[in-house]
């Protein structure tokens, strides 16, 4: 096997589109990339609202410029331009949207789905390739459904099962795997549609529990079989370091 190491870092600063593709990332005293999931949507309770929720979501391209600190929005031909702190302005265009009176906050330190892990998720690209064999689906479709921060080049499919409850290094900085991440509804959709891929989750399943290799923690998969990429835990003392493509992943 070669040495695994970084070939991808993915952030999504608004959580739920699309992602922004970077050379390297900084971490933050949360365990979060800078810029990932900084952006969301809520509703009139509070409650947030993501693809998890929201089929209309996954119709709504986003390109977002960290330099210039701006989002541009395409929606049904329409292209509009915000700059990060017209919240507002975000708001009244995704209220309109989704039909419905929704708010965008902001929280710099990220908002995961996991609080108890809140460091990068991450998965070998050689998985993103299997899984999409397994429903005839390309690698960026396989890649925008699951939506991990950091792919690994040089290891062999679901390789990063191995490192559920290990300590490890991504170049400089220090990881902890707390998991195998228990997927929600979005894999199951089109990214660009939301239209539902019918059989998904049996197939994934079936599939998973069929394949899985000898490293995987059979622990992890005692209630379902229904789980991609690693979850992370980042230690505090870790902010302030960089990952970067390139970096190799070493085990502790």
Excluded: Q
Excluded at 33 to 44: A, T
Excluded at 161 to 176: N, Q, T
Excluded at 236 to 249: C, H, N
């Amino acid at each position: 096997m070669k040495v695994p190491r970084v070939s991808r870092i993915l952030l999504y600063p608004f959580k739920g589109l699309d992602p922004v593709e970077v050379n390297e990332a900084k971490v933050l005293r949360s365990g979060s990339l800078e810029h990932d999931r900084e952006f969301f949507l809520v509703d009139g309770n509070g409650k947030v609202v993501s693809g998890k929720r929201e089929r209309k979501i996954h119709r709504v391209r986003c390109k977002a410029d960290l330099k210039e600190e701006t989002f541009t929005f395409l929606w049904e031909g329409r292209e509009e331009t915000f700059p990060f702190e017209d919240l507002a302005g975000m708001g009244e265009f995704f209220s309109e949207v989704l039909g419905y009176r929704v708010r965008v906050r902001r929280e710099p330190l990220g908002t995961p789905d996991d609080s108890r892990a809140r460091g990068p998720t991450l998965v070998s690209r050689s998985t993103l390739l299997e899984v999409g064999r397994w429903f005839g689906l390309t690698e960026r479709e396989v890649r925008l459904r699951f939506r991990a921060n950091l792919e690994v080049d040089g290891v062999p499919p679901f390789w990063e099962d191995s490192l559920a409850g290990r300590s490890f290094r991504v170049g400089e900085v220090l990881m902890i795997g707390t998991g195998v991440s228990r997927r929600c509804t979005v894999p199951t959709r089109d990214p660009f549609t939301g239209e539902e891929l019918k059989g998904f989750v049996r197939t994934f399943t079936e599939m998973r529990k069929k394949t899985l290799p000898t490293w995987s923690p059979r622990e992890v998969f005692r209630d379902t079989f229904y789980r991609l990429c690693l979850n992370t835990r980042v230690p505090e003392e870790e902010a302030g370091k960089v990952l970067k493509v390139g970096d190799e992943v070493l085990v502790a």
